[in-house]
């Protein structure tokens, strides 16, 4: 287990890990699309959806932003070349933030639609909250892709020497 957790966190992990986050945003935010259509008849499923991409940026922010106290933790850092770890750390916790928060959002736009309508009135809105639900989870997948360029720049360029 710690061999896996330790894999997770390297960079060749982060980079597997977000393209396979990428992908399956990209397959469910094709079927979201489509279901956006009919919310009245398709409302649970896209809540589902979105509950469940939203899980999963949560708990893939929360481990991006620890991704330095894991690395202490499992002994995980190589020697050569700290600086760039440092960076790659340093990634890891503003693209960690934004995938939580952006999770986290995406929840909240699927709640909203369960509340009541004598509490919140969302009747005729749905389709507006879940689009905005689909749109934080097409926003994750780009901030998810973004970093993975990062990642793979940084190990690029840091600590070259002349």
């Known amino acids: 287990m710690k061999r896996l957790l330790r894999y997770i966190i390297s960079r060749q992990g982060l980079l597997v890990v977000n ?5 399956f945003i990209a397959i469910v935010a094709v079927e979201s699309w489509e279901l956006l259509t009919d919310t009245v008849h398709n409302a649970d499923e896209i809540g589902e959806i ?3 991409v939203g899980i999963v940026l949560v708990a ?4 991006l932003e620890e991704r330095a106290t894991l690395m202490n933790a ?3 850092y190589k020697e050569g070349c700290p600086e760039s770890e440092a960076m790659i750390d340093r990634e890891c916790h503003i693209y960690g933030m934004a995938a939580l928060l952006l999770g986290l959002f995406m929840e909240v736009a699927v709640e909203l639609v369960k509340v009541p309508d004598t509490v919140i009135n969302t009747f005729g809105i749905e389709h507006v909250l879940f689009g905005v639900g689909i749109l934080f989870m097409l926003v994750a997948a780009t901030l998810l892709g973004r970093m993975n360029y990062e990642i793979l720049r940084i190990a690029k360029t840091a600590c070259q020497t002349a």
């Open 60 to 63: 893939w922010g929360v481990a």
């Open 19 to 23: 393209f396979a986050i990428v992908a």
């Open 50 to 52: 979105l509950d469940a």
């Open 74 to 76: 499992f002994g995980a």
